[in-house]
């Protein structure tokens, strides 16, 4: 069983930046093939980020390029999400997932999530 929890959420004006953290625990981490989605209201979830077991391939969806980086510390078990230049449109519930597939883009390609962590971005 592979527990996945978030933390870092919160209000910020646009512009700002949020710093998610998401703290992994169940089996050996640096295993973890690791990906970030979110939701919006009355949305589909989508794919934000993912990252490989090692940290050393990322893949990111076109709405976040250059704005958002994910990386790893396998030694603190833990996938960050940097999130600088925030706009209103990436207020979400924001999960952190992992799954079997590397740089897995579609949501059903992973298997275990976290309860979310709610970013709020105001204009």
């Known amino acids: 069983q592979v527990q996945l929890v978030e933390s870092g959420g919160g209000l910020v004006q646009a512009g700002g930046s949020l710093r998610l953290s998401c703290a992994a625990s169940g089996r050996t981490f640096s295993s973890y093939r690791m990906g970030w989605f979110r939701q919006a209201p009355g949305k589909e979830r989508e794919f934000v980020a993912a990252l490989s077991w090692s940290g050393g391939n990322t893949k990111y969806a076109d709405s976040v390029k250059g704005r958002f980086t994910v990386s790893r510390d396998n030694a603190k078990n833990t996938v960050y999400l940097q999130m600088n230049s925030l706009k209103p449109e990436d207020t979400a519930v924001y999960y952190c997932?992992?799954?079997?597939?590397?740089?897995?883009?579609?949501?059903?390609?992973?298997?275990?999530w976290g309860q979310g962590t709610q970013v709020t971005v105001s204009s």
């Open positions: 997932a992992t799954g079997p597939v590397r740089l897995g883009v579609p949501s059903y390609e992973y298997d275990y």
